[in-house]
Structure formats: structure tokens, C-alpha cells
């Protein structure tokens, strides 16, 4: 499978898409989120529990996730946003089982964390790799966001529906893991992933 093509253009080359993915990604509605993305700016904040620290893979899953599934806070900030996918990464990689693919699913989680970590969010490379992992996961089908989340008329009513769906996933992944099935967990945290890194048209 080919690496994703090269870049057209950064992020922050594009006004109107970036205002798109402040107004309407549920998980950086928040103004001073949006402004950290934007701007690249470092992360100076780390969540009070270290992913590193809870050794049980379901209680890490929950933790990475907690960020996405919770009532909206306002105190969240971008680094807790940031360190929450970083971890989900973590974890996706860890639990992505042996297959002719796994060191190239791997590869390309690591190359996509590197890009969200040192540059953004929604960096499209990052996207664009996380992209070729999950067509490796699946036999080459194309993640395809829930056509549910482009349904709304406002901001808020878009959040709820993403929590509700957030939540989902976090939920069937840790069952799945708990039945003998990492690769499924793998599959639906990369989902997550996915979803949270992929503008929302509205």
C-alpha cells in the first residue's frame, strides 16, 4: 500500500476550514482550544493522572477517552485534548494484534502521533496516515464519519450527539477487549480517533 500523498498545504494556510473545525468539531468548541490549534502553541499542561500510571488496558482505554465522553467541561484545554489522543495512540498500537500488517499499521500510528504531538491536532498528514492504518485494518475499506454527526442545527446539539457516540465506541471496545478481541478494540479506538481528528461539515 503506497504512503499517503505529500502535502497540498498546511492547516493554517486555510481560514475558512479552520473556522469550520472551531465552530463545529465538538471536541474544540471551546475559543481558547481553537486558539491554541491554531496558533501550534506548546502544550504546558499535562492531565492530573498519567496515562502511563494506570497499568489495567481497560482503565487506560477509559481514561484516554474520558476527555471525549464526558459532559463538557471548561476547564478542559488543548493539552488535555492532545495528551488524550496521544494515549488512545498508545493504546491502539499496543492492542493491535499480530497480522501480516501489524508493523505497517504501527508504523503509520507512530508517524501520525509524532505529527499530532509536535505540530496539530488536525494535521492533515496525521490524518492521512491514521486514514491508510484503518484501511489496513479492515481489508482496505475507508473510514467513513457517522453520517449522524453532520445532522444538527446547533454547536451543542452537535456535541451530544458525538458524546453519545464517543461513548459507544469506548463502550463496545472495551467489551470487545474483555471477550478476546483486541483487534476489533483496536479498530473501533482508531474510530474515535478518527472522529475527533476529522472536521464536522455543518
Do not use: W
Amino acid at each position: 500500500m503506497p504512503d499517503p500523498p505529500a502535502d497540498t498545504g498546511s492547516i493554517g494556510a486555510n481560514d475558512r476550514s479552520l473556522r469550520t473545525l472551531l465552530e463545529f468539531n465538538p471536541f474544540v468548541a471551546l475559543r481558547r482550544i481553537g486558539v491554541a490549534l491554531l496558533t501550534g502553541g506548546t502544550v504546558l499542561a499535562s492531565l492530573s493522572v498519567g496515562f502511563a500510571e494506570v497499568p489495567d488496558t481497560t482503565a487506560r482505554i477509559r481514561e484516554a477517552s474520558r476527555v471525549f465522553v464526558a459532559s463538557p467541561d471548561p476547564h478542559v484545554t488543548s493539552a488535555q485534548v492532545r495528551q488524550s489522543l496521544l494515549a488512545l495512540l498508545d493504546i491502539i498500537s499496543a492492542v493491535c494484534p499480530e497480522s501480516p500488517y501489524q508493523a505497517e499499521i504501527r508504523n503509520r500510528l507512530g508517524i501520525a502521533r509524532e505529527l499530532i504531538e509536535t505540530d496539530a491536532i488536525f494535521n492533515d498528514k496525521a490524518r492521512q496516515y491514521l486514514s491508510f492504518a484503518y484501511r489496513m485494518m479492515t481489508d482496505g475499506r475507508k473510514y467513513a464519519p457517522p453520517g449522524e454527526l453532520d445532522q444538527f442545527v446547533t454547536p451543542a446539539e452537535a456535541q451530544e450527539k458525538a458524546r453519545t457516540h464517543a461513548t459507544r465506541l469506548v463502550e463496545t471496545a472495551v467489551a470487545e477487549l474483555n471477550a478476546g478481541r483486541p483487534a476489533e478494540t483496536a479498530r473501533l479506538l482508531l474510530e474515535l480517533v478518527l472522529m475527533i481528528v476529522t472536521p464536522v461539515k455543518g
